[in-house]
Structure formats: structure tokens, C-alpha cells
């Protein structure tokens, strides 16, 4: 399994597990941390080793249009994907013009494993 650092912005423990479950089903052994709020994310960002940026587009205290606003002033530069099951495409259109590098559907994750691929190599 390739190890892979990845920040995992989502308030479903449940989702959580379902996201983990597919990233170990394509290869990874995600070393991960989980937040749900602004500061959570800033203070997740101060450690260099994440890989990347997996967020749920809709919590009740953040969302992934936030998030990716949190990134950007960072200054860091990772990939982001967004996972949800609650957008529909024009929205996610609009947010990878605007900086996200995937969005991906709750319902099937397959397609997670094969876009983290693509955008670390």
C-alpha cells in the first residue's frame, strides 16, 4: 500500500469510515487527520506533510468553499477534492474553476482512489 498524508475535512464519522474504506481499496494507507471548522483546517496546514485535501461540501459550521478559501490563503499548494453527495454539477464545475481539483460523489467512491493518482503523479 503507498502511504498517503491527507487532510480529511468532514463532520460524518460515518463518511469518515466510508472515505478511508475507499482510499485502502485503491492502494493507499492514509496516515490522516479529520476537522470540521476553519481553525481546525489553518492549524492542520501548519504541518508540512499533507498530501492533499479531501472535503465534504456541506457541514453545519463549514463547507468546502471555505475550506478552499482556508487553503488559498494558507499559501500552501495541494490538491483538493471535494466528496459530497449533495451538489450538483453546475456547482461543482464552478468550484474547480475556482481552485478545487476534483469533486467526487459520496455515492461512489470509486472514482477517489484514480483522482489522487492522477493528481500526485
Avoid at 483538493?80 to 478545487?100: L, R
Wanted: overall charge negative.
Amino acid at each position: 500500500m503507498d502511504p498517503l498524508k491527507v487532510i480529511i475535512v468532514e463532520d460524518s464519522e460515518d463518511d469518515l469510515i466510508l472515505m478511508l474504506r475507499a482510499l485502502k481499496k485503491a492502494g493507499y494507507e492514509p496516515c490522516y487527520t479529520r476537522v470540521e471548522t476553519h481553525d481546525g483546517l489553518r492549524e492542520a496546514l501548519g504541518d508540512e506533510r499533507w498530501q492533499l485535501i479531501i472535503s465534504d461540501h456541506s457541514m453545519p459550521a463549514y463547507s468546502a468553499p471555505e475550506a478552499l478559501k482556508t487553503l488559498q490563503e494558507s499559501g500552501r499548494s495541494l490538491p483538493f477534492i471535494i466528496v459530497s453527495g449533495t451538489i450538483d454539477e453546475v456547482f461543482a464545475a464552478f468550484i474547480i474553476e475556482n481552485g478545487a481539483n476534483d469533486y467526487i460523489d459520496k455515492g461512489d467512491l470509486s472514482g477517489l482512489g484514480p483522482a489522487i493518482k492522477r493528481l500526485l503523479h
